[in-house]
């Protein structure tokens, strides 16, 4: 005689292994996802602050001095407005085994600087971006002095010269 407690149909067991599949997998993009925000806003966030330092003119000495030789206009105050910062998903990178993510920042001012000097500041701005970037997934110690490239777990981060527009 069959006794009706105790027992689960195969079905629910069906529908129970899917289930874990399929959280599993969400977890999964979830996570990329994630990391992508994470970058974004660390992005964001170093390129305001390049440009808040560079509006009061504070430079490491190393840069101080190379602007005081040749590009003497930059150790003054000036205005920069970060337009927008995007990013690019430039496929796999066999050398590093994961993802490539380039991010490009717009920028404008409305002062007047040669191509030599706005060159000098998008370095300074894409500098302290992946520096944020660096920060933000405790990779410091995997990356050079200049912080290029970054890496977090899925992806390899790195920039493009600055749009000015």
Do not use: C
Not at 57 to 80: A, C, Q, R, V
């Amino acid at each position: 005689m069959m006794d009706n407690r105790g027992q689960i149909s195969a079905e629910a067991l069906f529908l129970l292994g899917v289930l874990i599949m399929i959280i599993i997998l969400a977890i999964i993009f979830v996570a990329e996802e994630n990391e992508l925000n994470i970058a974004m806003a660390a992005a964001r966030n170093g390129a305001i602050e390049a440009v808040g330092m560079s509006s009061v003119g504070i430079y490491p000495m190393d840069t101080y001095n190379d602007y005081s030789k040749s590009k003497t206009s930059l150790l003054y105050p000036f205005s920069i407005e970060i337009v927008k910062v995007s990013y690019a998903d430039l496929g796999y990178d066999a050398n590093y085994d994961k993802k490539r993510i380039q991010f490009k920042v717009y920028a404008r001012t409305s002062d007047r600087f040669n191509d030599n000097e706005l060159v000098s500041i998008g370095d300074r701005i894409n500098y302290n971006l992946r520096k944020s970037l660096a920060l933000s997934f405790n990779s410091t110690s995997s990356t050079n002095k200049l912080y290029n490239p970054v890496f977090s777990s899925h992806y390899v981060y790195t920039t493009a010269n600055v749009k000015w527009v």
